[in-house]
C-alpha cells in the first residue's frame, strides 16, 4: 500500500513569508501527527489531528497552525517565516499513535 | 532534564561487531518506538514495544517498563547499518524523542 505522501520535498521560503506542508496518509489512517526535525533541538511534536480535530499540540508559536480534511489528508502551516523555522518538517500517520508510519519529509530552508 | 535520554549519542563500529544503543525514560508510557533516520531525512519506525522483545532480522529489541529501560542490539553489524537510530516514548497522543544515536559501521 502506499505510504505517507509529504510535498513539496524541498522549499526555500524568505523571512517573513507564509508557507504550507501537504501530508497525505496512508488509507484508512485518521491520526496524522506533525513533527520539527533541527540539529540543535532534535525531533519536536508540533501537533496531532485524529478525524478533523486537533487532539494535541507542542509547544510552538502560534504562528504554527495546521488542519485535517475529510480525507485524512493533512496539512500545516506556518506564517511570518523565521530563520530558525528551517527545518526538516515531518508527519505520521497511523490508526493510532501505536502504529505509526513516518513521511520523507519536508525541508523547509528560510533565507 | 530530558525525558528520553538515550546513550550512546555516536558510535563507531567494525562491520560484524555486535552493537547495543540504550535508552531510559522518566515518564509513564504506553509504547516505546525505535526509529531509524538515514541520511536524507526519512523515518522509518523499526519496532514499537510495549513489553518485552522482538526480533526482526539482525536487529532486536528489549524494553523493560520497570527499570523505564529499553535497548537496540544489531548483530553482525553491516556499513549499511549506519545511520541514526531515534528512541521515541509514546505518553497520551504523542511521542517524545530522545536526541538520537548516530551509528557509523566501518567496513
Known amino acids: 500500500k502506499a505510504g505517507v505522501t509529504q510535498t513539496p520535498r524541498y522549499l526555500i521560503k524568505t523571512r517573513g513569508q507564509q508557507v504550507t506542508l501537504s501530508c497525505s496518509p496512508i488509507?484508512?489512517?485518521?491520526?496524522v501527527s506533525w513533527y520539527q526535525q533541527t540539529p540543535g533541538q532534535g525531533l519536536q511534536f508540533l501537533f496531532e489531528?485524529?478525524?478533523?480535530?486537533?487532539?494535541n499540540k507542542g509547544n510552538f508559536p502560534g504562528r504554527f497552525s495546521g488542519r485535517q480534511f475529510s480525507n485524512s489528508r493533512s496539512e500545516m502551516n506556518v506564517s511570518t517565516l523565521e530563520l530558525g523555522d528551517s527545518a526538516l518538517y515531518l508527519c505520521?500517520?497511523?490508526?493510532?499513535?501505536?502504529?505509526?508510519?513516518f513521511g520523507s519529509g519536508t525541508r523547509l530552508t528560510v533565507v | 532534564k530530558n525525558e528520553v535520554e538515550q546513550s550512546p549519542q555516536n558510535l563507531t563500529a567494525q562491520e560484524g561487531e555486535f552493537i547495543t544503543i540504550n535508552c531510559s525514560y522518566s515518564?509513564?508510557?504506553?509504547?516505546l518506538h525505535w526509529l531509524q533516520q538515514h541520511p536524507g531525512g526519512g523515518i522509518v519506525s523499526l519496532f514499537m514495544?510495549?513489553?518485552g522483545k522482538k526480533k526482526h532480522g539482525r536487529l532486536i529489541a528489549t524494553i523493560n517498563i520497570q527499570e523505564k529501560h529499553s535497548s537496540l542490539h544489531i548483530t553482525a553489524s553491516h556499513p549499511r547499518d549506519s545511520a541514526v537510530y531515534i528512541c521515541?516514548?509514546?505518553?497520551?497522543?504523542?511521542?517524545?524523542f530522545g536526541t538520537g544515536t548516530s551509528l557509523t559501521v566501518i567496513p
Open positions: 488509507s484508512g489512517h485518521r491520526s
Open positions: 521515541a516514548v509514546v505518553r497520551g497522543n504523542q511521542f517524545y
Open positions: 505520521a500517520s497511523g490508526q493510532d499513535v501505536y502504529g505509526y508510519t
Open positions: 514495544l510495549s513489553s
Open positions: 489531528y485524529f478525524s478533523e480535530t486537533q487532539r
Open positions: 515518564v509513564g508510557i504506553s509504547a
